[in-house]
Nanobody, 124 residues
Framework: QVQLVESGGRLVQVGGSLRLSCTAS????????MGWFRQAPGKEREFVAA????????YYADSVKGRFTISRDDADNTLYLQMSSLNAEDTAVYYC?????????????????WGQGTQVTVSS
């Protein structure tokens, strides 16, 4: 079993930057492909970024490419999402998710473990 806890969400101004963290329980973090997803008010949850369990390959949604960077620290069981040039459309609850030995292009339903989410609000 894997438990995920996100942190770092807060109110930030348009154009600002923010780093989200996701800490995983257990000793299996290095076997997990990790993803970030988000859900804006009134919208379905959507993919943001993913990082593969081995090799560090990454994959981004077009809407965040060049602005967001996903990374991981396997020694600390922590996933990060560095966000910059934030705009109002980035306002959402951000979730991290995990899948054992998954592919970075995997759809949401293939992720087996989810955190509770952290709120990011971008305001002008």
């Amino acid at each position: 079993q894997v438990q995920l806890v996100e942190s770092g969400g807060r109110l930030v101004q348009v154009g600002g930057s923010l780093r989200l963290s996701c800490t995983a329980s257990g000793r299996t973090f290095s076997s997990l492909t990790m993803g970030w997803f988000r859900q804006a008010p009134g919208k379905e949850r959507e993919f943001v970024a993913a990082i593969r369990w081995i090799g560090g390959s990454t994959y981004y949604a077009d809407s965040v490419k060049g602005r967001f960077t996903i990374s991981r620290d396997d020694a600390d069981n922590t996933l990060y999402l560095q966000m910059s040039s934030l705009n109002a459309e980035d306002t959402a609850v951000y979730y991290c998710a995990a899948e054992f030995y998954g592919e970075i292009t995997a759809p949401q339903y293939e992720y087996d473990y989810w955190g509770q989410g952290t709120q990011v609000t971008v305001s002008s």
